[in-house]
Antibody, heavy 119, light 106 residues
Framework: EVQLVESGGGLVKPGGSLRLSCAAS????????MSWVRQAPGKGLEWVGL??????????DYGALVKGRFSISRDDSRDTLHLHMNSLKTEDTAIYYC??????????WGQGTLLTVSS | SYELTQPPSVSVSPGQSASITCSGD??????VSWYQQKAGQSPVVVIF???MRPSGIPERMSGSNSGNTATLTISGTQPMDEADYYC?????????FGGGTKLTVL
């Protein structure tokens, strides 16, 4: 059974940094592209970014609103995905989901972790 | 940047068919997925690659994509189908979501 468990959310002051993690199990994590998606309270889904598998180059792509502030990394030895967030703004407040990427869709999602950016 | 447009809301009576549209420039040339998100839950993919249904998704969910519009159709809509629905596609290695449609079954 595929499981994705996000962690690391919490309350951060504007301008601060935080790292979110996503522990994966039940599938070949190292062969799977992974993505982060966020959802602000009462709003729609917003794509944050993705990281390809190492066999596909391990490269990353990001949404326009986070590019240059957020970065995604993966630790295939621990089946864990990370989202490194810097220069946080109040508008980054959201539930952050990790998801697997397969055949052009995000086919499994975690339960999400809440980030609140507030002074 | 590429955009997907969905109606904010759609209402349907139980047992009737509901159609939710998603519009984008030459969308028919791209693959579209649809996600269902019930209140307080994570999104679930219900359609991928335009018209493919993941295992466990009921047959009453179907998808199509042609021209500038993709459509999610729910036949014989049930109260349990009440949820937010999002379309999604890819543009130059980036993931694009539509704004979401709230489906009300009343």
């Amino acid at each position: 059974e595929v499981q994705l468990v996000e962690s690391g959310g919490g309350l951060v002051k504007p301008g601060g940094s935080l790292r979110l993690s996503c522990a994966a199990s039940g599938f070949s994590f190292g062969k799977t592209w992974m993505s982060w998606v966020r959802q602000a309270p009462g709003k729609g889904l917003e794509w944050v970014g993705l990281i390809k598998s190492d066999t596909d180059g391990g490269t990353t792509d990001y949404g326009a609103l986070v590019k240059g502030r957020f970065s995604i990394s993966r630790d295939d030895s621990r089946d864990t995905l990370h989202l490194h967030m810097n220069s946080l703004k109040t508008e980054d407040t959201a539930i952050y989901y990790c998801a697997t990427v397969h055949v052009f869709s995000l086919n499994f999602w975690g339960q999400g972790t809440l980030l609140t950016v507030s002074s | 940047s590429y955009e997907l447009t969905q109606p904010p809301s759609v209402s349907v009576s139980p047992g009737q068919s509901a159609s939710i549209t998603c519009s984008g420039d030459n969308l028919g040339g791209k693959y579209v997925s649809w996600y269902q998100q019930k209140a307080g839950q994570s999104p679930v993919v219900v359609i991928f690659q335009d018209d493919m249904r993941p295992s466990g998704i009921p047959e009453r969910m179907s998808g199509s994509n042609s021209g500038n519009t993709a459509t999610l159709t729910i036949s014989g809509t049930q109260p349990m189908d009440e949820a937010d629905y999002y379309c999604q596609t890819w543009d130059r290695n980036t993931v694009i979501f539509g704004g979401g449609t709230k489906l009300t079954v009343l």
